[in-house]
């Protein structure tokens, strides 16, 4: 089934500040960032202070290459890990380099948020937030395959 080309328009509403312009040797989650949203959002952020955690989207803007071109992947590029397609991962090469990540929500101050775990460059654009719910963004019978143990060290 072949639809018609769509154009999709996204316009950033702010920037990740960190003191990461690439990815760090020590793990995201202990790394803080602020999310400096434009001024013009401002009202739209009130009582997201009330949540413990946000979920975060935004552009991967340094992902290089030939997005999506390869289809199957190892995580990580690591060969003791098995291939995977693609949208198994959470490879920054994806047709479309949107990121989304659940973080705790450490303070706000007008319009930056603190976060803790987001595993966003320096610079790269906000597209998205939204409150991370107890219901429908958390299940507990929720599965993942053993490479994603292994990788996070749980085996």
Not at 76 to 95: C, K, N, S, Y
Not at 97 to 124: H, K, Q, Y
């Amino acid at each position: 089934m072949t639809q018609p080309p769509h154009t999709i328009v996204l316009q950033p509403i702010g920037v990740v500040r960190n003191s990461f312009t690439e990815k760090p040797d020590q793990p995201w989650e202990g790394i803080e960032s602020e999310i400096l949203v434009d001024q013009r959002w401002e009202e739209a952020l009130d009582g997201i202070e009330q949540f413990s955690h946000i979920l975060v989207l935004f552009w991967l803007d340094r992902a290089e290459g030939d997005r999506g071109k390869e289809l199957r992947i190892h995580p990580q590029r690591r060969g003791d890990l098995p291939e995977v397609g693609l949208f198994a991962t959470r490879t920054m090469h994806r047709p479309n380099p949107i990121g989304v990540t659940a973080v705790p929500l450490l303070g706000r101050r007008g319009t930056m948020l603190r976060v803790r775990g987001l595993d966003a460059l320096d610079g790269s654009p906000v597209l998205d937030l939204k409150p991370y719910l107890t219901r429908g963004d958390c299940w507990p019978e929720a599965t993942v395959p053993w490479w994603i143990r292994k990788l996070w060290g749980t085996s």
